[in-house]
Nanobody, 115 residues
Framework: QVQLVESGGGLVQPGGSLKLSCTTSGTSISIYTMGWYRQAPGKQRELVAAFASGGIRNYADSVKGRFTISRDNAKNTAYLQMNSLKPEDTAVYYC?????????WGQGTQVTVSS
């Protein structure tokens, strides 16, 4: 069974940084797209960043230049480095693995940006 576990969320002041991790078990991530999504209260879940197995990365316009997605296939882990955090980045962040015949989500980790 495929499982994704996120970690690294928490409370941070505006302008601060956090690094989220997503460790996958039950399959190798190397041939799949790893994505980070977020959902703020009262809003729809949105794509934050995605990293395809071929190396292409995509970012939401709202996080370009501030967030960086990366992956370590040997550790079966994806990361999201978040810098210059803003209050509007506050949300539950979810990790997703997707591709041919696979689509799984993690349980989410809360990120709160507040002074």
């Amino acid at each position: 069974q495929v499982q994704l576990v996120e970690s690294g969320g928490g409370l941070v002041q505006p302008g601060g940084s956090l690094k989220l991790s997503c460790t996958t078990s039950g399959t190798s991530i190397s041939i799949y797209t790893m994505g980070w999504y977020r959902q703020a209260p009262g809003k729809q879940r949105e794509l934050v960043a995605a990293f395809a197995s071929g190396g292409i990365r995509n970012y939401a316009d709202s996080v370009k230049g501030r967030f960086t997605i990366s992956r370590d296939n040997a550790k079966n882990t994806a990361y999201l480095q978040m810098n210059s955090l803003k209050p509007e980045d506050t949300a539950v962040y979810y990790c997703r693995i997707s591709g041919w015949s696979i689509n799984y989500w993690g349980q989410g980790t809360q990120v709160t940006v507040s002074s």
